[in-house]
Nanobody, 127 residues
Framework: QVQLMESGGGLVQPGGSLRLSCAASGFTSDHVNIGWFRQAPGKEREGISCINSGSGTTYYVGSVKGRFTISTDNAKNTVYLQMSSLKPEDTGVYYC????????????????????WGQGTQVTVSS
């Protein structure tokens, strides 16, 4: 049974940094795509970054490119989202999602393509 658990959210001032973690377990495949989504108040859930565990290929949506970095620690079965230069518009609930054997080629999968989801962690960027 696949389980995902996010942590690391909180309140940060504009320009600050946070690192989100997604602890994953229960996969049966060595090829897993992990995605990060966020949902701002009153808005639809938005995919912002993903990584293929096998190839290490990453993707970032334009609004976070250059500010966010996705990475994995395979020994800890954890995916990280390092967020820097945070802006108020980055505020929202951040979710990690996972799908086995989902291979992406330079695009962000839609939320419908992910079967497994964490419970979310709140990120608030405010002075």
């Amino acid at each position: 049974q696949v389980q995902l658990m996010e942590s690391g959210g909180g309140l940060v001032q504009p320009g600050g940094s946070l690192r989100l973690s997604c602890a994953a377990s229960g996969f049966t495949s060595d090829h897993v795509n992990i995605g990060w989504f966020r949902q701002a108040p009153g808005k639809e859930r938005e995919g912002i970054s993903c990584i293929n565990s096998g190839s290490g290929t990453t993707y970032y949506v334009g609004s976070v490119k250059g500010r966010f970095t996705i990475s994995t620690d395979n020994a800890k079965n954890t995916v990280y989202l390092q967020m820097s230069s945070l802006k108020p518009e980055d505020t929202g609930v951040y979710y990690c999602a996972a799908q086995e054997d989902l291979v992406t080629r330079g695009t962000m999968p839609t939320s419908d393509e992910y079967e497994h989801w964490g419970q979310g962690t709140q990120v608030t960027v405010s002075s």
